[in-house]
T-cell receptor
Framework: NSKVIQTPRYLVKGQGQKAKMRCIPE?????VFWYQQNKNNEFKFLIN????????QIDMTEKRFSAECPSNSPCSLEIQSSEAGDSALYLC?????????????FGPGTRLLVL | AQRVTQVQPTGSSQWGEEVTLDCSYE???????IFWYRQLFSGEMVFLIY??????QNQRSGRYSVVFQKSFKSISLVISASQPEDSGTYFC????????????FGDGTVLTVKP
């Protein structure tokens, strides 16, 4: 189904540590999304890019979270100073440009545990 | 604001039975799409099918189809001839026309198909 690659699959960090995860979108997909899914199955949109440009991001992303999608390199999401509440599954998805409602294809996720 | 509700937290069926999973939504968008995904136990989200708001015909893809009732803002996923491999958590997600494509997810329905 999906060819979105996310690494690492699991990440364990202490509070205050940096946590960085990467995503390679499906070939030919210029739009990349990051979502956070908590243990209650609540999804939170974090940020999306079209090529290297940020389309939209939430306030949380602007403070402790940073993300980028450089050309010819994997996209990345980094938490500068991890907190226990950041423990979640981080899902990356990609889609074709065009209609905002284009189908998003997800990677397997990075499961972050902050101790 | 958009909202997606899946009132069935769990569901079950026997091998070969037809399964229906329900979803309702709220949106002020005129054009939107509703997507169905299945999340595997590993965390990976698998795209199943989508319904565009402007299409009155119920979409179908393999063993998956939807029953779209636009006036009631509801959509059901129908899985024909269910198999144990269909077990997982099913998410309904809504994407509007003006929100850069970010998805709003329901809380999911955990489906168990018994052999």
């Amino acid at each position: 189904n999906s060819k979105v690659i996310q690494t690492p699959r699991y990440l364990v960090k202490g509070q205050g540590q940096k946590a960085k995860m990467r995503c390679i979108p499906e070939k030919g997909h210029p739009v990349v999304f990051w979502y956070q899914q908590n243990k209650n199955n609540e999804f939170k949109f974090l940020i999306n890019f079209q090529n290297q440009e940020v389309l939209q991001q939430i306030d949380m992303t602007e403070k402790r979270f940073s993300a980028e999608c450089p050309s010819n390199s994997p996209c990345s999401l980094e938490i500068q100073s991890s907190e226990a509440g950041d423990s979640a599954l981080y899902l990356c998805a990609s889609s074709l440009a065009g209609a905002p409602q284009d189908t998003q294809y997800f990677g397997p996720g990075t499961r972050l545990l902050v101790l | 604001a958009q909202r997606v509700t899946q009132v069935q937290p769990t569901g079950s069926s026997q091998w070969g039975e037809e399964v229906t999973l329900d979803c309702s939504y709220e949106t002020s968008e005129y054009f939107y799409r509703i997507f169905w995904y299945r999340q595997l136990f590993s965390g990976e989200m698998v795209f199943l099918i989508y319904q565009p708001s402007f299409d009155t015909q119920n979409q179908r893809s393999g063993r998956y189809s939807v029953v779209f009732q636009k006036s009631f803002k509801s959509i059901s996923l129908v899985i024909s001839a269910s198999q144990p491999e269909d077990s997982g958590t099913y998410f309904c997600a809504l994407s509007g026309n003006t929100n850069t494509g970010k998805l709003t997810f329901g809380d999911g329905t955990v489906l168990t198909v018994k052999p």
